[in-house]
């Protein structure tokens, strides 16, 4: 059997596993299951047939062949994702009722399948449970090398899998310098023949795991393409060296890992916005905003509902458009940018942000004078009364950026036009 009849196979196994009745009925009763778990005090008792076990082994099958196969570009990637998606959820329901050592294992499960199904938010969300449930972990001792190794890992993968870029800095510069003071006296008592070569590999592969989030974290400020291959072959490399370990946990995380870090290029913030107005680059203020967004906000990729919005051109063109998505699906951001886009590529552009109560005027003018404000762009609200004072004048005048209510909008009209008329 040749590479492609194997992925062929890899996935007419996986649809069989998806079209069996038996499986789908233990995703539905662990879906239940779990709902019990987190709304109910007094569980009742109710006699579930699905085995945790198995449906934890099938998971991990469907999560690691799937993401081979989303490497390899074989299948059809969107019901991969789809399949994806329901083994993140089905770790995520398992670590409801699991034993607590179990608990860590399923979630990272679930956060890096979430992210590589394109649920960036679910995955954040499960990240920061992680985070909370190690806050509570006593620290390994110094002379514990594999545990402090483990836990300097566990602590990337977790800002990793955040999206928190100041947070990762931190972590992968304290487990670089780390590795580095350990890393001397293991290949001098290697050398000496008292430290095994199981030792030199597990330090290696941690070395290039955590070498791979820092090129990461480069791209992610830069938008340099050369430091995202660079990451990609580090993560290639550690995920060798833990293989030769025989290291099967390990192995596998960096190689979901590894599958999360190709998906995150095409949906990367610098990317994006390169592959589809790439024009707009030629000002340097979009360089600046990008590096702002990464470093300040965390944000380093477009969520799907975002990356279609860029994808048909609202950037680019001057066509009208209406946006329509969810509540916290990422309109602002969209918004956000297409601004930007208007007063980076016209001259003299200003631009109106009509928000509906007084409310959320504020918040909108607080977020993009953030993020807006922090290249050069006057901000400020445009709010009550029914006539206009000096300082509202001076706003309407030198303002780059305007946010009001329509309420506000309207009478500034009648009052321009009442004002043209006389």
């Known amino acids: 059997m ?8 890899t996935y007419e196994k996986l649809a069989a596993l998806f079209e069996d009745r038996g499986f789908n009925i233990d995703l539905s009763q662990l879906r239940a299951r779990a709902i019990q778990a987190e709304l109910l005090t007094d569980v009742p008792e109710v006699r579930f047939t699905f085995d945790p076990k198995r449906l934890w082994r099938l998971s991990s099958f469907v999560l690691n062949e799937c993401s081979l196969l989303i490497r390899e570009n074989s299948g059809d990637t969107k019901i991969l994702l789809e399949w994806v998606r329901k083994v993140a959820e089905a770790f995520e329901f398992l670590s409801r009722f699991s034993a607590e050592d179990e608990r860590g294992f399923l979630l990272i499960g679930s956060a890096l399948a979430y992210h590589i199904a394109g649920y960036q938010a679910n995955a954040q969300c499960i990240a920061k449970k992680l985070e909370n449930d190690y806050k509570n972990f006593e620290l390994p001792a110094e002379d514990q090398v594999d545990a402090v190794l483990v836990d300097l890992f566990r602590r990337s993968l977790i800002n990793f899998m955040k999206g928190n870029i100041k947070g990762l800095m931190y972590s992968t510069n304290s487990g670089l310098s780390k590795i580095a003071t350990l890393q001397e006296p293991i290949i001098r008592n290697f050398s000496q023949g008292i430290q095994p070569l199981d030792s ?28 995202y291959i660079q990451g990609n072959a580090n993560l290639q490399k550690s995920y060798e060296y833990f293989r030769d370990l025989s290291d099967i946990t390990l192995s596998g995380i960096v190689l979901e890992t590894q599958t999360v870090y ?3 290029r095409e949906r990367s913030t610098w990317f994006a916005i390169r592959n589809n107005a790439g024009e707009l680059f030629s000002n340097p203020v979009w360089h600046y905003y990008l590096r702002n967004l990464a470093l300040d906000k965390s944000i380093v990729e477009f969520w799907a509902s975002q990356l279609t919005s860029i994808k048909k051109g609202i950037l680019t063109n001057n066509d ?25 590529s ?15 005027v504020n918040e909108v003018e607080s977020n993009l004078s953030e993020n807006l404000g922090a290249v050069g762009y006057r901000i400020s609200n445009l709010l009550g009364g029914f006539e206009f004072d000096a300082l509202q004048d001076f706003l309407i005048r030198e303002s780059d950026v305007l946010v009001t209510t329509p309420e506000k909008i309207d009478l500034f009209l009648r009052t321009l036009v009442s004002a043209k008329s006389g």
């Open 2 to 9: 040749d590479k492609q009849e194997y992925l062929a196979s």
């Open 320 to 344: 009208s458009y209406v946006v329509q998505m969810p509540t916290s699906a990422g309109k602002t951001l969209i918004a956000e940018i297409t601004i930007l886009s208007a007063l980076t």
């Open 200 to 227: 030199l590999f597990a330090i290696t592969a941690h070395a290039y795991f955590q070498e791979a989030i820092n090129k990461f974290i480069e791209f992610c400020l830069q938008g340099d393409d050369e430091k």
């Open 262 to 264: 190709n998906r995150f």
């Open 346 to 360: 016209q001259d003299h552009a200003r631009c109106l942000y009509i928000a509906p109560y007084r409310a959320l």
